[in-house]
């Protein structure tokens, strides 16, 4: 069993910038992130390659947020900028040991505990 570990998160500004960390105990699967709402399923953010070398953004990440990885520290990273209210959500991130999937929450078979990111004024 993977363990994901989640740090970041909070009350931030429209405007602001967050960082979001993802820490997956040793192992440097592709790792997806997620954002929930109440009421609402898990909608794809983005997800970067084993390597690092590839990344794909949903439509309302795109050109705002940057997923970038530190293997040696087996931590992946969602750099959130120009952040609006409508991105307020609960952030999950994942890890899918195959490797195939991306924008499908079905597709991960490890989570980490969710962080709640508010934006509001």
């Known amino acids: 069993q993977l363990q994901l570990v989640q740090s970041g998160g909070g009350l931030v500004q429209p405007g602001e910038s967050l960082r979001l960390s993802c820490t997956a105990a040793?192992?440097?699967?592709?790792i997806g992130w997620f954002r929930q709402v109440p009421g609402k399923g898990r909608e794809g953010v983005g997800c970067?390659?084993?390597?690092?070398?590839?990344?794909d953004y949903a439509d309302s990440a795109e050109g705002r947020f940057t997923i970038s990885r530190d293997n040696a520290k087996s931590t992946v990273y969602l750099h959130m900028s120009s952040l609006k209210p409508e991105d307020t959500a609960v952030y999950y991130c994942?890890?899918?040991?195959?490797?195939?999937?991306?924008?499908?929450?079905?597709?991960?078979?490890?989570w980490g505990q969710g962080t709640q990111v508010t934006v509001s004024s």
């Open positions: 994942a890890a899918d040991p195959t490797g195939a999937g991306c924008f499908s929450p079905g597709m991960y078979r490890y």
């Open positions: 970067i390659s084993s390597d690092g070398g590839s990344t």
């Open positions: 040793g192992k440097n699967y592709k």
